[in-house]
């Protein structure tokens, strides 16, 4: 080999070296500029290494497998039906997101690219993975969920110890094999399949910090127990739907977890020990059969949600004083006909679910909930909008506001001076009219009156300047007020099975030539 031939193929060793060499690591590259534009992308070759692809197209855009330079690309719902063979050109790339697209087959080429890590597949209609799957020797992250053709996958995803997090979420799985390998997993979620055994070497994962497992038909679900105590690094656990009687007893074990769910069980209490979990910030215990709280409960103070929905209570024990960071309490589908008084005190809570609860009245002070933004009070059939509006107008922040299937058959003219008011459900209710002064209600961007018994409507409708969609469908309106044509924001207007005589619609579509507007079905 002459000098010539040797410096030659120095060159091309340290360009090829060189240029793994210049990958980076994920955290690293997170930082790195993102670039939206395609043609950007392609003019700043030495500098682009993320591209996230917004524009929607049932073709792969043909010029970013050309991009071998990229190193984390996001293609997420653009409606992409395949990848072509010339992905294989992407040899730097280490994230692959494609989330959300129309994907029935993956290229065996995808394979071929060895240095990526992080894969996003979920929500397609992907029914088997690339046989060569096993290229992918270098990734660490796969989401593959919600692909629900899928009813088994390659093998050789279960042996890989670098694999740190795995999402099977949701794909029709009936059966896993031994797990023990994935000795590096901190992400587990094999939640809404068909598994009627949940492996118990589950209980080997010692690196786990989030594990769901919900929603599986298992044939002894409190065999779980029996191992998850091993996984003391959990930071987030999801149980829902296994048909649990009780709380797993050793719960103290898990002094860094931050969310626990296990709705949709049959789970009759919460137990004391759970009121020592101080590191608890989301517990949700909707859908079981709980009839009454723990006196404790209220020492879990770093709690921000807070789920006990659909369960058994009869009543409520003033327990919520101490809960300073609350921002979302549901407690609706629960016969319960009077709130606690310390409801009152939660001053961070943003939204707040008590439909469907029988109740009568809202709590003396309910008005002192300054962050309150979302509010649904449907199906509350026994409170009237007399006594609440006192309370509702003293909430400055209150946007969303749900009165539907309520009986209300008027509103009091003082429920109209709600502050910012933006979106107002009172569809099926039993309103005739409404009040003169409705037309203060400014901020109203969506008000949905649908099935009531309106026959007219206020002049002052035509105030609503911000309104943009009003449903009016299925009342007893033979005409809409002139003053309708004042609605230049408005963007759809139904009025589905009314009464309306062909003149009036005709007013109607006059008045509002850029409203879409829907007479029939």
């Known amino acids: 080999m002459n000098i010539l031939q040797y410096c030659i193929g120095l060159i091309c060793f340290c360009w090829a070296t060189g240029l793994s060499a210049q990958l980076l690591p994920l955290d690293a590259l997170e930082k790195e500029r993102l670039y939206y534009s395609i043609d950007q992308a392609e003019r700043d070759a030495d500098k682009a290494l993320r591209l996230r692809v917004l524009r929607r197209a ?9 991009m071998d330079y990229l190193q984390w690309l996001t293609m997420n719902h653009t409606l992409v039906e395949q990848v072509p063979t010339a992905i294989k050109n992407m040899t730097n790339l280490q994230v692959l997101e494609l989330r959300g697209n129309k994907l029935k087959d993956l290229p065996e080429e995808l394979c071929d690219l060895v240095h990526l890590k992080r894969l996003d597949l979920s929500k397609n209609y992907l029914a088997a993975l690339p046989q060569s799957f096993s290229k992918l020797e ?14 088994e996958l ?32 901190e992400l587990l979620d094999i939640s809404d399949n068909r598994l009627k055994n949940i492996p118990t070497s589950i209980g080997k994962l010692v690196a786990l910090k989030s594990l769901s497992i919900g929603n599986n038909s298992v044939d002894k679900p409190a065999s779980i127990y029996k191992w998850l105590g091993n996984l003391t690094k959990l930071e987030t656990l999801n149980l829902d739907g296994l048909e649990l009687k009780k709380v797993f007893k050793d719960m103290a074990i898990f002094t860094k977890l931050s969310s626990l769910s296990m709705k949709l069980n049959k789970i009759k209490r919460i137990p004391d020990y759970v009121c020592g979990m101080k590191t608890l910030v989301s517990l949700n215990m909707g859908s079981n059969l709980i009839d009454t709280l723990p006196p404790d409960l209220g020492k879990l103070t770093a709690l921000t949600y807070l789920n006990l929905e659909r369960n058994e209570f009869t009543s409520l024990p003033d ?23 310390s409801i009152t005190k939660l001053a961070a809570l943003e939204k707040l679910d008590i439909a469907n609860m029988g109740i009568r009245s809202l709590p003396t002070g309910f008005g002192k909930l300054k962050n309150l933004v979302t509010l649904n009070l449907a199906f509350n059939r026994y409170l009237s909008a007399s006594k609440i509006a006192k309370e509702l107008v003293q909430l400055p922040q209150l946007k969303e506001l749900e009165m539907a299937e309520s009986r209300h058959k008027q509103l009091p003219e003082a429920i109209t001076a709600m502050p910012v008011i933006e979106v107002w459900d ?46 009016l469908g299925y009342n007893k309106l033979k005409k809409l007020p002139e003053s309708i044509q004042k609605l230049k924001k408005l963007k759809i207007l139904k009025l589905e099975r009314n009464r309306l005589t062909e003149e009036a619609q005709e ?15």
């Open 507 to 521: 007013d109607i579509r006059r008045w509002l030539p850029n409203t879409k507007i829907l007479f029939k079905h």
């Open 426 to 471: 009172l569809r099926d209710n039993e309103l005739t009219k409404l009040p003169e002064s409705f037309g203060n209600l400014k901020t109203l961007k969506r008000l949905d009156l649908r099935y009531n018994e309106l026959r007219e409507l206020p002049e002052s409708i035509g105030d609503l300047e911000n309104l943009e969609h009003l449903d």
């Open 58 to 66: 049932y073709s792969f855009p043909t010029a970013v497998p050309r």
């Open 154 to 185: 390659p093998s050789e995803i279960f042996t890989r110890a670098q694999l740190r997090g795995l999402n099977i979420r949701q794909i029709k799985l009936e059966k896993l094999p031994d797990l023990s390998a994935l000795s590096q997993l």
């Open 138 to 151: 270098a990734l660490e992250w796969l989401d593959i969920s919600q692909n629900e053709k899928l009813v």
């Open 319 to 341: 327990v919520f004083d101490n809960f300073s960071q609350l921002k979302e309490l549901k407690l609706g589908v629960n016969r319960v006909n009077s709130l606690p008084k």
